[in-house]
């Protein structure tokens, strides 16, 4: 596997360090400027371990738990594969969402104000699911049987629990709030554990 930036960059001497970010940050810069930066992205770490961040010109578009997808070079093999192969280390399009992703994880943020580029959920059923979960309020949860007839569609059960699974955006479209009918918690993409820490802060704040 190759290594991270981080680990690249940990290598170096500190000044060869500086001056390689530097040249990514004038790279993603003039990439912008020329309108020829497909994806960029960040990472970050959470409460609930490490996040990639990616955003198209529209919004964002992934997040992911770096950790448990296969790694920062996975879930990045896989955007270039899906939202094109110019991707970029760059804070400028992402600052807004790591600012109001640490503000959620300090218990200073209910709700997510940000551009989303929806293009990774596929399928009319999965946009509508998506679209029913912001619905589910900070701090409460819904069955996938209730958010299956919010959508007008009672037996697709298990085809929310797919399009919950597959959420390209979680946290920013709360998937985590959609628990069994017996309450216990179902699966998550960035693992169980992940699944009961977002549940218990929101339910102490």
Do not use: W
């Amino acid at each position: 596997m190759a290594a991270t930036d981080e680990q690249v960059l940990s290598a170096l001497r500190s000044d060869d360090a500086a001056e390689l970010l530097a040249l990514r940050l004038r790279l993603a810069e003039s990439a912008e400027r020329a309108g020829t930066l497909d994806v960029a992205y960040v990472t970050m770490e959470s409460p609930v371990g490490l996040l990639l961040l990616a955003a198209t010109g529209r919004g964002i578009a992934r997040v992911a738990f770096a950790g448990d997808d296969g790694g920062v070079d996975a879930v990045l093999t896989a955007l270039a594969a899906r939202l094109g192969p110019r991707i970029l280390r760059s804070a400028a399009r992402l600052d807004d969402a790591t600012v109001q992703l640490s503000e959620y994880f300090a218990g200073a943020r209910r709700e997510f104000d940000l551009p989303l580029d929806l293009t990774l959920a596929v399928g009319a059923f999965r946009r509508d699911v998506l679209g029913a979960l912001p619905s589910i309020a900070y701090g409460a949860t819904a069955s996938y049987a209730e958010v299956a007839r919010s959508t007008g569609r009672p037996l697709a059960v298990r085809a929310v629990g797919t399009a919950c699974a597959l959420n390209p955006l979680p946290l920013l479209i709360p998937c985590h709030r959609v628990v069994r009918s017996d309450g216990t918690p179902g699966s998550y993409a960035g693992g169980p554990e992940a699944k009961r820490r977002l549940l218990d802060l929101e339910s102490a704040a």
